[in-house]
């Protein structure tokens, strides 16, 4: 196959010519060749690892995750058994964020629930009853604990 401009590189891939500028920045592509005219020139190869990054992408894998199994391949590593690992960490993640919002939806629906007590009792606000008779703590109404 002879090689293709960055335009025709994302067209082939499914990416944008501007992502497939940004991952060759960021080291997930080999620097390209570059034409008398300064045009990008991709391999195949460099199709192949683009569409391996649109695919780990879709899976949600940051770009540093990306990079660091691409270099292990580079290097001659075998990489499915660290893709593993990444897909683990990533689903105990998702677990984690779904366990939070669990928490977070069942402190809103008292929020919700102890609002409507308040207006049917005429309880008079400082600024908005919802928010005064939420759930004290902290750690109960905000995802993952945050601050």
């Known amino acids: 196959m002879e090689r293709v401009t960055v335009g025709r590189a994302a067209t082939l891939t499914g990416l944008s010519p ?34 391996f990054i649109r695919q780990a992408k879709a899976l949600d894998l ?14 001659g590593e075998q990489t499915c058994e660290r893709v593993t690992t990444l897909l683990d960490e990533h ?12 928490r977070l939806r069942r402190s809103l629906r008292t929020a919700r629930r102890a609002a409507d007590t308040a207006r049917r009792d005429g309880h008079d606000a400082v600024v908005c009853r919802i928010i005064e008779n939420a759930p004290a703590s902290a750690e109960d109404a905000r995802p993952d604990g945050c601050t």
């Open 18 to 51: 501007k992502a497939v500028r940004h991952y060759e920045r960021r080291g997930l592509l080999p620097e390209a060749e570059r034409t008398a005219a300064g045009y990008r020139l991709f391999s195949a190869d460099d199709l192949d690892v683009l569409h």
């Open 91 to 102: 689903l105990d993640g998702i677990d984690r964020k779904l366990a939070d919002l669990r």
């Open 62 to 75: 940051t770009l540093d995750k990306i990079k660091d199994v691409l270099e292990m391949q580079r290097g």
